[in-house]
């Protein structure tokens, strides 16, 4: 199957800094790529779908100022959590389908954790 | 928007036993696909199963599109398989995924 490769795995920020998450498609190309957050015990919410070269589409009830998104190439996106909050601590995933394909796959996820 | 309701939201198993989780979902949907989120939350993809039968090993899955379900089989359980198990369906002109509300599995010797 396809691989898509997220960094980091874990990562430990004090309040107010910004972290950033990136998902790599490492063997097939992907034009789109989504993000999703999950709390402990619950399922996968999506946040955002990720389009290459053109603005990211947030899910209702998700900051686009505070997740910031970028896909500037077809095998790279990013998330950047800005002025991080201990209520942003979460598990953040990222998911890709190759082009003209319909199954998803996903990162090894990002455990973040704000103090 | 689509609900996606799995059962049971909990397993126990001894080793060596099988089980059979269900997916539920509330519309159509042109394809389902089963994944299980390891102890580090890493999720592997089992299966893209739009309707039939499909099996890998002591894993199987079906998916009956018209009555709105899938099952995914898993017989002569190991350790190994704990963790969460997930169905998805696609939504929103079919680019993201919906994730079901997932089933618990601990495998106990």
């Known amino acids: 199957g396809a691989v898509v490769s997220q960094h980091p795995s874990r990562v430990i920020c004090k309040s107010g800094t910004s972290v950033k998450i990136e998902c790599r498609s490492l063997?097939?190309?992907?034009?789109?790529m989504f993000w999703y957050r999950q709390f402990p015990k619950q399922s996968l919410m999506l946040m955002a779908t990720?389009?290459?070269?053109?603005?990211?589409?947030?899910e209702q009830g998700v900051e686009k100022d505070k997740f910031l998104i970028n896909h500037a190439s077809l095998t790279l996106s990013t998330l950047t959590v800005t002025s991080a909050h201990p209520e942003d601590s979460s598990f953040y995933i990222c998911?890709?389908?190759?082009?003209?394909?319909?199954?998803?796959?996903f990162g090894q996820g990002t455990r973040l954790t704000v103090v | 928007g689509i609900q996606v309701e799995q059962s049971p939201p909990d397993l126990i198993l001894q080793e060596g036993a099988n089980s059979t989780l269900r997916c539920n979902f509330s519309?159509?949907?042109?394809?389902l696909q089963w994944f299980h989120q390891n102890p580090w939350g890493q999720l592997i993809n089992l299966f893209y199963?739009?309707?039939g039968t499909k099996q890998n090993g002591r894993l199987s899955a079906t998916t009956v599109a018209t009555e709105r379900y899938s099952l995914l089989y898993i017989s002569s359980s190991q350790t190994t398989d704990s963790g969460v198990y997930f169905c998805?369906?696609?939504?929103?002109?079919?680019?993201?995924?919906?994730f079901g509300t997932g089933t618990q599995l601990k495998v106990e010797l």
């Open positions: 990720s389009n290459e070269g053109s603005k990211a589409t947030y």
């Open positions: 199963i739009p309707s």
């Open positions: 519309d159509s949907v042109n394809n």
């Open positions: 998805a369906v696609p939504t929103g002109g079919g680019n993201k995924l919906t």
């Open positions: 998911s890709a389908r190759a082009l003209l394909s319909t199954e998803a796959f």
């Open positions: 063997d097939f190309q992907a034009t789109t």
